[in-house]
């Protein structure tokens, strides 16, 4: 034992960390500068999003990865520019408590070469320091890549996405002329919904139906690809309710509604859902959660989370009156409560007081997770797939864009749709400790390969492109539409590099 171990002993807080590591065990590592590996898309000048992002492992001297945090502070990341004596960059490494680091930082105005430092007590780490060559655009510069299939390189978008192809599989030709017409004769009336046109990479809109508010993150997003890649022209309705709307089958004639959510008995197209991408547009701006900041709130390690099961949300779905009686008859397996009750009548003899709200991070203190639908699709389960609890979800047949990626046992722990085997479940995941902990880590590596914000833009815009594809019919500006004006807001305008499309015509 070294002497600095030996004297550690004298502290209670070193006793119980030495109580806590097993016998045998190496005492914990310290990162190397030279070792240490920093990746990711936030080190490529190319790669345009609201909030860049890279990462950073841990690695000791030996060349093993650390797998516990050396500390919060442990490095430093600096972002300057030659040209700018003061860039308005914001700067967070978040500290993943695995022996890895995500790095964000979000640009209030675009610099001609960036240099990102990272340092580890003022020696730079791996090939640090890495520089971004040329104009490093921020999410307001209005600048499309004029080529679609150079934009999806440089964003290293997956060839195609399942869904995608399983939504669009439907359609052999998609006709813009008779869907404007047509759908609005048909759900025009009593849904709400958007009927929008990218016309030379400018988006105009007409709404249907009194409900239209959710239309502000339709826009954004549209807004915000067309700023950074120039999108087809396209024509196509987005539903902006709830429920899916094509109940038809696929022998009758369909008409083609984009949702964000998808269920087993219709067929609409699925996108991303709106939650997870306003989180993804204003990551360390509006939202306080999203698929970053949850990373580095995961609650105490697997063996300290609470081996209760966990659960908080609203009445919106019968299943989680359900949920909760169940709880109330064995408290010691799950802890399920209403925050909210707005759907079923409030009866607490039945469902007990209602709870104060739990703040989502506060979630991963416990070590089993139910996602249990809502009126849709749930949409937390992103963010909860995220953190390093294990998930138990519901079968069910409403889906985001991402469930059919997902695997039983692999990414989650399946219940049935009515729960009646939930406790069963719980018992086999307190009895398979280490089984249950993989299932969590591979939901999170799910999570945090495929779910955050390169990918959702990728998502979007294989959608569109797949979709523009299939039009028979000119894509046209119909009467009622409006312009989607991009914001005019910006502090910092920014100068455009790239060559526009006519002048990429010109070339070819
Ligand atoms: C160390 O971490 C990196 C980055 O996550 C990973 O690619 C690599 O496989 C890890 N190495 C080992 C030996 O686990
Ligand atoms: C675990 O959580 C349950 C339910 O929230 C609580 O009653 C129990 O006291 C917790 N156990 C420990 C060891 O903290
Ligand atoms: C929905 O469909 C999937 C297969 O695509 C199936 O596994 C699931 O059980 C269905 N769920 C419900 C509730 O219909």
Redesign the pocket.
């Known amino acids: 034992m070294s002497a600095g171990r030996y004297s550690c002993l004298l502290l209670p807080l070193c006793v119980s960390v030495l109580a806590h590591r097993q016998p045998g065990a190496p005492a914990a590592s310290v990162p190397a500068a030279d070792n240490s590996l920093v990746w990711g898309p936030g080190l490529e000048a190319n790669i345009v999003l609201p909030v860049r992002f890279f990462y950073i492992q841990a690695v000791d001297g030996s060349g093993k990865n650390l797998t516990t945090s050396p500390g919060e502070k442990t490095f430093e990341v600096k972002i300057v520019s030659p040209s700018e004596p003061f860039t308005r960059i914001w700067i967070q490494v978040l500290d993943r408590q695995d022996g890895s680091f995500l790095v964000r930082y979000r640009m209030y105005a675009t610099y001609t070469d960036l240099h990102i430092h990272v340092l580890l007590q003022d020696k730079h780490v791996a090939k640090s320091p890495f520089i971004l060559k040329g104009p490093v655009y921020h999410e307001g510069c209005l600048c499309p890549q004029p080529v679609g299939s150079v934009w999806e390189a440089h964003m290293r978008c997956p060839q195609s996405f399942a869904q995608i192809d399983r939504d669009l599989s439907l359609y052999t030709t998609v006709d813009p002329d008779l869907n404007a017409q047509e759908i609005p004769q048909r759900f025009g009336q009593r849904q709400s919904l958007c009927h929008y046109t990218v016309k030379d990479n400018k988006v105009y809109v007409k709404t249907f139906g009194e409900h239209v508010g959710f239309r502000i993150f339709m826009d954004a997003i549209l807004l915000s690809l067309t700023r950074k890649v120039r999108l087809p022209d396209v024509e196509f309705f987005v539903n902006l309710g709830d429920w899916p709307l094509e109940k038809r089958k696929p022998t009758e004639k369909l008409h083609p509604i984009f949702s964000w959510c998808g269920s087993n008995n219709t067929r609409d197209i699925v996108m991303p859902t709106y939650d997870l991408t306003e989180s993804v547009l204003e990551t360390m701006g509006r939202v306080s959660l999203d698929m970053m900041s949850v990373q580095a709130n995961t609650g105490p390690p697997w063996a300290e989370k609470?081996a209760?099961a966990?659960w908080r949300g609203r009445d919106s779905r019968q299943e989680r009156l359900e949920l909760v009686k169940l709880s109330r008859a064995h408290?010691d397996v799950i802890?399920a409560a209403f925050t909210n009750f707005f759907f079923f009548k409030h009866d607490e003899s039945l469902y007990g007081p209602l709870v104060k709200h739990v703040s989502f991070f506060d979630f991963f203190k416990?070590k089993y997770q139910i996602n249990i639908d809502g009126t849709v699709a749930a949409y937390r389960l992103p963010y909860l797939l995220a953190g390093d609890s294990v998930v138990f979800k519901q079968d069910s047949g409403y889906y985001e864009h991402f469930y059919k990626e997902l695997r039983p046992w692999e990414h989650y722990i399946p219940v049935r749709a009515d729960l009646g085997d939930l406790l069963e479940k719980i018992q086999w995941a307190r009895d398979h400790d280490d089984e249950a902990k993989t299932i969590a880590l591979a939901g999170q590596r799910f999570a945090r390969s495929q779910l955050m914000g390169d990918s959702i833009f990728c998502y979007y815009f294989k959608l569109f492109e797949a979709y523009a594809k299939l039009q028979v019919t000119e894509p046209k500006i119909r009467k009622g539409m409006e312009l989607v004006e991009q914001p005019a807001d910006d502090l910092f305008p920014c100068a455009c590099h790239r060559t526009t499309a006519k002048e990429v015509k010109d070339e070819l």
């Open positions: 609470n209760t966990f408290p802890d416990y």
